[in-house]
């Protein structure tokens, strides 16, 4: 018990991780929030911020980003159901992570090609007869690459919860003669809810700040909050614009994390679950 | 317990060979010469034969990094967080610079092939008497475009970027003066307009312009527009130089109104750490051979009057590429507009990418 009280010595490098690389970089970013170009301080940087420019940036971010996680588990939900299902369930995880261990901007590039007028998408398309169809920078473009490289990251929470489902439970289900959908509806989509919790929250937070694909694949024609930091920081060196647009990102993703985090009871009954 | 201590033990065996390895590595690599310095310049915009041809007659081994605007290339040199020996602004960048104090006076006397460099490209506004910057390559801003697949259209003026058939054609750089810069040239305005009346007509005027964009992109365009992915490009005149290279049905040209005249140049910032080997490397690129070599290389227009004649006449005699003094003068130069101004200029950029007509 006096564990518990009095915090053991062998966490201290952990307080100090967290201070150093946690809450003191998020309270400079506060901190530069509230200072103009001259470095002096000023609320305007949070004034501009509700200007008509950067809240309906705000909102493209989130429809963007609504519509990349939407997809992703739309796709990722019936691939690690029926992951749960094959022979080698470890091998076939393992092929769907590999593409995640390559580089972002190679796998953008790629996609420049794949993409392109005289690329094989566009020959595919030929070949079923229709003209070249402009396929790079557009909203297609942009959400097809978004969701790829998303999609590990949503498969992988989602497999675990399924796999740790107690199969004598779905047996029990069926015993006391649930039909297929209501065993699903009622067991296991209620116990895998915390795997795809995790998953909306590993790949809507960072789509809502996405910028090299803005650029690469969708050409600049998709502005999200990510485009608008990047600019502020490196070409305007408007230090506190960017901090300030930083500052609203960290809310927002505190509130998704507070929508989507594990709720007690869903914990306790996958725990016993096991 | 004992599994545990085993894999630290293990980790700590494997760090250390590599940290070890890491250590032989460097060293073979910088261990003739005087030293090495850190060269921070655009993205391909130097023969690397050059720097291998540098490192060999000087001993001296030079680190490459590239940066892709003069902002975030001042960032990072105001930051300090890597000690730059030489960089290549643009002529604004500098003003910004110098009065920053993030320059170091250049000794003349270290830099005899001075000599070669053209008059004109001396002693300009923003750095009087070439205190602080040598000029490196300079050029101009246009249209880069490709008549095989627009059926003879020619871009005399700006306005013709927003002729109708070129719906989904164009593809602008991604630079807010320049784009701006742009707006406002195409309406009779300076491109170096603090009016922020002149600047809301431009950028509302640019607004109509978006059934046209294909995309606002960078370095890629000259990839694009090889490809023929794109039939038109608003860019710089070396990356049109970049691209006629391999694609010979691509032309440039200038528009009436005017347009942006910039000079790239060599400097030494204040957090240099190898001062001498810097004056070296500025006086290596400006030797007559060297600097013919570096042009033929990159595209751009050589400001070394000396290298001129030993490169083709062709293409120094191309005035797209090589404008005559009279062309030049309806031809504008960045001025520094100063922070607050150039948020103004960067938030209208914003603007118009994100309010493009559909």
Same mark, same amino acid.
């Given at each position: 018990?006096?564990?518990?009280?009095?915090?053991?010595?062998?966490?201290?490098?952990y307080?100090?991780?967290?201070?150093?690389?946690?809450?003191?970089?998020i309270?400079?970013?506060?901190?530069f929030s509230?200072?103009?170009?001259?470095?002096?301080f000023? !609320?305007?940087?949070?004034?501009?911020?509700?200007?008509?420019?950067y809240?309906?940036?705000?909102?493209?971010?989130?429809?963007?980003?609504?519509?990349?996680?939407?997809?992703?588990?739309l796709?990722?939900y019936?691939?690690?159901y029926?992951?749960?299902?094959?022979?080698?369930?470890? =091998?076939?995880l393992l092929? +769907?992570?590999?593409p995640?261990w390559?580089n972002? !901007? !190679?796998?953008?590039?790629?996609?420049?090609?794949i993409?392109?007028?005289?690329?094989?998408?566009?020959?595919?398309?030929?070949?079923?007869?229709? &003209?070249?169809?402009q396929i790079?920078?557009?909203d297609f473009?942009f959400?097809?690459?978004?969701v790829?490289?998303?999609i590990?990251?949503?498969?992988?929470?989602?497999?675990?919860?399924?796999?740790k489902?107690?199969p004598a439970?779905i047996?029990?289900?069926?015993?006391l003669?649930?039909s297929?959908?209501?065993?699903f509806?009622?067991?296991i989509?209620?116990?895998? +809810?915390n795997?795809?919790?995790?998953?909306?929250q590993a790949?809507?937070?960072?789509? =809502?700040? =996405?910028?090299?694909?803005?650029?690469? +694949?969708? &050409?600049?024609?998709v502005i999200?909050?990510?485009?608008a930091i990047e600019?502020?920081?490196?070409?305007?060196?408007?230090?506190?614009? &960017?901090?300030?647009i930083a500052?609203?990102?960290?809310?927002?993703?505190?509130? +998704?994390?507070? =929508?989507t985090?594990?709720?007690e009871k869903? &914990?306790?009954?996958?725990?016993?679950a096991? | 317990?004992?599994?545990?201590v085993?894999?630290?033990?293990?980790?700590?065996?494997?760090?250390?060979?590599?940290?070890?390895?890491?250590h032989?590595?460097?060293s073979?690599t910088?261990?003739?010469g005087?030293?090495?310095?850190?060269v921070y310049?655009?993205?391909?915009y130097?023969?690397?034969d050059?720097?291998d041809?540098?490192e060999?007659?000087?001993g001296i081994?030079?680190?490459?990094?590239?940066?892709?605007?003069?902002?975030?290339?001042m960032?990072?040199i105001e930051? /300090?967080?890597?000690s730059?020996?030489?960089?290549?602004p643009?002529?604004?960048?500098?003003?910004?610079?110098k009065e920053?104090?993030?320059?170091?006076?250049i000794?003349?006397?270290?830099?005899?092939?001075?000599?070669?460099?053209?008059?004109?490209?001396?002693?300009?506004?923003?750095?009087?008497?070439?205190?602080?910057?040598?000029?490196?390559?300079? /050029?101009t801003?246009?249209?880069?475009?490709n008549?095989?697949? #627009?059926?003879?259209q020619?871009?005399?003026?700006?306005d013709?970027l927003?002729n109708?058939?070129l719906?989904?054609?164009v593809?602008?750089v991604?630079?807010?003066?320049?784009?701006?810069?742009?707006?406002?040239?195409?309406?009779?305005?300076?491109?170096?307009?603090?009016?922020? /009346?002149?600047l809301?007509?431009?950028?509302?005027?640019l607004?109509?312009?978006?059934?046209?964009?294909?995309?606002?992109?960078?370095?890629?365009?000259?990839?694009m527009?090889?490809?023929?992915e794109?039939a038109?490009?608003?860019t710089?005149?070396?990356?049109?130089?970049?691209?006629?290279w391999?694609?010979e049905d691509?032309?440039?040209?200038?528009p009436?109104e005017?347009?942006?005249?910039?000079?790239?140049?060599?400097?030494?910032?204040?957090?240099a750490?190898?001062?001498?080997?810097?004056h070296?490397?500025?006086?290596?690129m400006?030797?007559?051979?060297?600097?013919a070599?570096?042009a033929?290389?990159v595209?751009?227009?050589?400001?070394n009057?000396?290298?001129?004649? #030993?490169?083709?006449?062709?293409v120094?005699g191309?005035?797209r590429?090589y404008p005559t003094?009279?062309?030049?003068?309806?031809?504008?130069?960045?001025?520094?507009?100063?922070?607050e101004?150039?948020?103004?200029?960067?938030?209208?950029f #914003?603007?118009?990418?994100?309010?493009m007509?559909?």
């Open positions: 018990m006096t564990n518990r009280s009095s915090r053991p010595w062998y966490l201290a490098p307080y100090i991780w967290i201070a150093l690389f946690v809450i003191a970089p309270a400079l970013v506060v901190y509230f200072l103009d170009l001259a470095g002096d000023t !609320l305007e940087n949070y004034a501009n911020f509700f200007s008509s420019t809240f309906r940036m705000t909102l493209s971010s989130f429809w963007y980003a609504f519509l990349i996680t939407l997809i992703s588990v796709i990722a019936p691939t690690a029926w992951l749960t299902k094959t022979k080698h369930k470890q =091998l076939w092929l +769907i992570i590999i995640s390559i972002l !901007l !190679l796998k953008a590039y790629a996609f420049i090609g993409f392109g007028l005289y690329g094989p998408a566009n020959q595919l398309i030929q070949f079923f007869g229709s &003209g070249p169809l790079l920078f557009t473009s959400i097809f690459v978004a790829y490289i998303f590990p990251f949503m498969v992988l929470p989602i497999f675990n919860s399924l796999d489902i107690n439970l047996d029990a289900s069926r015993d003669g649930a297929q959908w209501t065993t509806r009622r067991v989509f209620p116990l895998a +809810i795997g795809v919790k995790s998953g909306v790949v809507f937070i960072p789509a =809502l700040s =996405l910028f090299v694909i803005t650029r690469l +694949i969708a &050409g600049n024609k999200t909050l990510g485009t600019q502020q920081f490196l070409v305007t060196q408007n230090w506190g614009m &960017g901090s300030t500052v609203f990102l960290i809310l927002f993703m505190i509130i +998704i994390m507070l =929508l985090g594990p709720k869903g &914990g306790a009954l996958n725990g016993k096991k | 317990m004992k599994g545990i085993r894999a630290s033990a293990a980790i700590v065996i494997i760090s250390a060979i590599l940290f070890y390895a890491v032989l590595l460097e073979s910088a261990t003739s005087s030293g090495s310095i850190s310049n655009w993205g391909e130097i023969d690397t050059l720097i041809q540098f060999e007659e000087t081994q030079v680190i490459y990094e590239t940066f892709d605007s003069n902002e975030s290339m960032t990072k930051q /300090g967080g890597t730059y020996d030489v960089a290549m643009s002529e604004y960048a500098i003003e910004k610079m920053n104090d993030l320059l170091l006076p000794d003349h006397s270290k830099i005899p092939n001075l000599k070669n460099i053209d008059p004109y490209f001396l002693d300009l506004p923003f750095d009087p008497g070439n205190e602080y910057s040598i000029p490196y390559f300079w /050029g801003v246009g249209i880069a475009y008549p095989t697949l #627009l059926e003879g020619t871009f005399e003026s700006w013709d927003w109708p058939t719906e989904q054609e593809i602008l991604d630079s807010a003066r320049e784009v701006i810069g742009m707006g406002l040239n195409s309406l009779g305005y300076s491109l170096n307009s603090t009016d922020l /009346g002149e809301r007509e431009a950028t509302d005027k607004k109509t312009l978006g059934p046209n964009v294909k995309a606002i992109i960078g370095d890629e365009i000259v990839e527009m090889r490809r023929e794109a038109v490009a608003v710089w005149s070396g990356q049109a130089a970049d691209m006629m391999i694609n691509i032309d440039y040209a200038v009436e005017g347009s942006n005249l910039w000079f790239d140049n060599m400097i030494i910032p204040s957090t750490g190898n001062v001498d080997g810097a070296q490397f500025i006086n290596f400006l030797d007559a051979e060297v600097s070599q570096n033929d290389y595209g751009y227009s050589s400001p009057a000396a290298a001129l004649e #030993l490169m083709d006449p062709e120094t191309d005035e590429f003094e009279r062309m030049r003068d309806r031809l504008e130069v960045y001025e520094n507009l100063g922070l101004m150039l948020g103004v200029y960067n938030e209208l #914003l603007e118009f990418k994100m309010d007509e559909k």
